[in-house]
């Protein structure tokens, strides 16, 4: 069993965020794989189903970024997973809008919601960044992420959440380069 988290701030106003590309990417996947409904659980919204042959929890924390580890880590302790079972999907300042690369472990990089399950679970786990760019100067950043998604990133970012939940079935067998190669491509 695995347990993919996404990472995001729950509301409707922040739902088209980049910050909130992690959930965006949770939803898509769980349309495309048939996961079942959301139910309330460990502080958050998770969803039961399969990929490919591999049984996969969704879970996006309704603890607000900052605190997402609380939640993560009650899923873990709950299932009693090792961090090795954990991908968490996230916004990444420091890649190119609409890339996505796979890393295993690392530091943080300022990101709130990783530095919590860092905190709570240490540095370990699978991370899925999607990109969103970075606004050119440290004093535009916070405005950057907390920003909605442009009209013309729209159909873009549609595109790159299409490939992410087409291709899941590479993360879930653990071939995070065929993941990255095969989202690439359907990008073009």
Do not use: C
Request: charged share 25%; glycine share 14%; net charge neutral.
């Amino acid at each position: 069993m695995q347990l993919w988290v996404g990472l995001g701030n729950p509301g409707a106003q922040y739902a088209m965020n980049r910050h909130n590309v992690g959930f965006m990417a949770l939803d898509a996947i769980a349309e495309v794989h048939g996961f079942a409904p959301p139910a309330k659980k460990f502080q958050g919204w998770l969803q039961e189903g399969r990929i490919g042959g591999d049984k996969v929890l969704l879970l996006k924390p309704a603890t607000f970024m900052n605190d997402s580890g609380r939640s993560v880590g009650e899923a873990i302790r709950f299932y009693k997973l090792g961090v090795e079972a954990l991908t968490v999907f996230h916004d990444e300042l420091d890649l190119a809008p609409m890339k996505v690369k796979v890393k295993q472990g690392g530091g943080t990089a300022g990101h709130n919601g990783l530095r919590s399950i860092d905190q709570h679970l240490g540095p370990d786990f699978r991370r899925v960044r999607i990109g969103i760019g970075h606004p050119g100067h440290k004093d535009r950043v916070t405005g950057h992420v907390l920003g909605n998604y442009a009209k013309t990133e729209i159909e873009p970012l549609s595109d790159l959440l299409g490939a992410v939940a087409a291709e899941a079935d590479w993360l879930a067998k653990g071939d995070d380069t065929r993941f990255m190669n095969d989202v690439a491509l359907r990008l073009g």
